[in-house]
């Protein structure tokens, strides 16, 4: 598991963002856009050529135990997508939303999918979610969200794992 | 370990969820083939069992034991249910009987229990959520269907199929699946080859209800019987050659149930 106890909530969202970064730099649609880590605001949306999909941190959503130990969380990460009227607009919405059941319903695929990911200090090459110790269990989605232009549309997603 | 120990928090993967279960099963009456084709069971939304009912029950005291007594048991019969949704009904009943249903030749399926002989063998083999790393499978061998029921509300429901087994279900270990072989006797042929090599299920001599430390289970059904019986001895496992010291009546079929590593 390479997910650090101290640094949770920020090392699934670097793993998810790599992870989303690795589906951008090859996947077609997902060439289409762009990956960024944390929110975004309106002049990087409106520097860039492309599309964005935002990854934020993960925040607790419950937890399991078992008698005498520790407990295990359950997260929920937001992932949204940005995108504006003359780079697709509500088409492009929905083919990302497509997309995003289409990987995040397919545990093998999501569970399978390599990436490269630096926590700290340490570099993990050609990991996957379950070697970093991330489970998917869920996506739900998308709900609209306010854009900051009259141009713009987010609409956000919402993961549920156990990390 | 000091009674203070703290243990750490339970791995994500021991949180268990029935959608990443696949559940398969094989035709306990299948043709001839090695290895026997399993089939994955779509629409599976629940799948249980109860400890078992016992045909017979006793205690036994001896004179100057007091109250310490031995019990035991003879004649078990597990039972539970398989769920589906609604609309899987008429299609994973047909499977599970081994017909095809249709306007040729099969359009009805009828809902009462025909007879009390096995019918399939089901593998419920348990995965991570990844769907992919193999946590281990339980195994019901020798299901025989029961009176089904029926309702049908207002809003979403499942199809609920009552089973039982006189054969004891098993946890199997993660690594290992079913392989289900049935060879056909010609009257001279005392060896026959096993489509995989059996894992050493446990020592047999250890458990009362298993015969091989290979095989769950050999049977022989004769082309005239109805169903397959036991067989306790006679068989031997060598890699992949079951041999047996008397060559089993031509048209006979050898039925064996057995673990191979995935």
Redo the contacts between chains.
């Keep these: 598991m390479g997910i650090r106890s101290t640094h949770l909530p920020y090392d699934i969202q670097d793993c998810l963002y790599a992870l989303v970064g690795q589906y951008v730099s090859a996947t077609s649609p997902w060439t289409n856009w762009q990956a960024i880590r944390g929110w975004p605001e309106s002049d990087i949306l409106s520097a860039e050529s492309k599309n964005y999909i935002y990854i934020l941190d993960a925040q607790q959503a419950g937890t ?3 008698q ?5 969380n359950i997260w929920e990460v937001v992932i949204g997508f940005w995108v504006t009227r003359d780079k697709g607009g509500a088409d492009e919405m929905a083919i990302w939303v497509g997309q995003m059941f289409d990987k995040f319903q397919n ?2 695929e ?3 999918k390599q990436f490269t990911v630096t926590l700290g200090t340490t570099t993990y090459t050609n990991t996957t ?2 070697a970093m ?5 869920d996506i739900r989605g998308p709900s609209s969200e306010m854009g900051e232009n009259l141009k713009e549309f987010r609409r956000e997603m919402i993961l549920t794992l ?2 | 370990m000091a009674v203070t ?9 021991k ?1 268990v ?1 029935g959608k ?1 279960t696949l559940g398969r099963f094989y035709r306990c009456e299948a043709e001839a083939a090695a290895p026997v084709a399993s089939t994955n069971i779509t629409g599976l939304q629940a799948w249980e069992f109860g400890e078992p009912d016992v045909d017979f029950s006793a205690k036994i005291f001896q004179q100057g034991g007091g109250d310490e007594h031995t019990v035991i048991e003879r004649g078990f019969r597990w039972s539970g249910t398989l769920s589906f949704l609604k609309g899987d009904s008429w299609d994973r009943l047909a499977e599970m009987r081994g017909v095809t249903l249709g306007k040729t030749n099969n359009a009805i399926l009828p809902l009462y229990k025909e007879n009390d002989y096995p019918q399939f063998i089901f593998e419920g083999i348990v995965r ?6 193999h946590l281990g499978s339980v195994v019901i061998p020798d299901m025989i269907l029961g009176h089904i029921s029926w309702d049908h509300p207002l809003d979403d429901s499942l199809f609920v199929l009552p089973w039982a087994s006189k054969r004891f279900p098993f946890l199997m270990t993660d690594g290992a699946e079913l392989v289900y072989d049935v060879f056909t006797g010609d009257g001279s042929t005392t060896s026959f080859t096993l489509s995989s090599t059996p894992l050493t299920l446990s020592t047999a001599t250890n458990w009362r209800l298993m015969d091989y430390d290979t095989l769950y289970y050999v049977k022989e059904k004769a082309s005239t019987a109805s169903t397959g019986t036991l067989q306790r001895t006679g068989y031997s496992v060598d890699g992949v050659t079951l041999t047996k010291t008397s060559a089993p009546e031509a048209g006979t079929l050898v039925q064996v149930l057995y673990a191979k590593a995935t």
């Design positions: 399991f135990g078992h005498g130990g520790k407990s295990r545990p093998q999501i569970h399978t979610l379950t110790g991330i489970a998917i269990r156990i990390a | 120990a703290q243990m750490g928090a339970p791995e994500a993967e949180l969820q990443f991570q959520s990844d769907n992919n790393t």
